[in-house]
């Protein structure tokens, strides 16, 4: 590409859009712990513990809260956060897996 484009050589790539990437012989390794405890820090839990069900048990919901005011657009933000951090390609940018035609072996 050099002798068509020209360009300089930055190195190998480390980090894009919130994902580490490593590079080895044994192949590319993607993380994302960086970002996700940048989401953490963001809704303020970055000191909370792991869990299996996202709420307390046997708590009991009612319409009348003593609880403070969301601010819509800031969940909204942790939230878009969350689905980047789940899917951070896209639904538009990656690639349609095949689905299998029937009656036909490979």
């Given at each position: 590409m050099q002798e068509v484009f020209?360009?300089?050589?930055?190195?190998?790539?480390?980090?894009?859009?919130?994902?580490?990437?490593?590079?080895?012989?044994s192949g590319i390794t993607?993380?994302?712990?960086?970002?996700?405890?940048?989401?953490?820090?963001?809704?303020?839990?970055?000191?909370?513990?792991?869990?299996l069900a996202p709420m307390e048990s046997?708590?009991?919901?009612?319409?009348?809260?003593n609880t403070l005011v969301i601010n819509a657009t800031e969940y909204r933000r942790i939230i878009g956060g969350l689905r980047y951090l789940v899917h951070p390609a896209g639904p538009g940018l990656c690639g349609r897996v095949p689905?299998?035609?029937?009656?036909?072996?490979t």
């Open positions: 020209r360009m300089s050589d930055l190195g190998l790539l480390s980090y894009y859009l919130g994902i580490e990437v490593h590079q080895s012989d993607l993380r994302q712990a960086a970002y996700a405890d940048k989401l953490l820090e963001r809704g303020g839990m970055q000191d909370c513990n792991p869990a046997r708590l009991k919901l009612s319409k009348e809260s689905e299998p035609v029937h009656g036909v072996t």
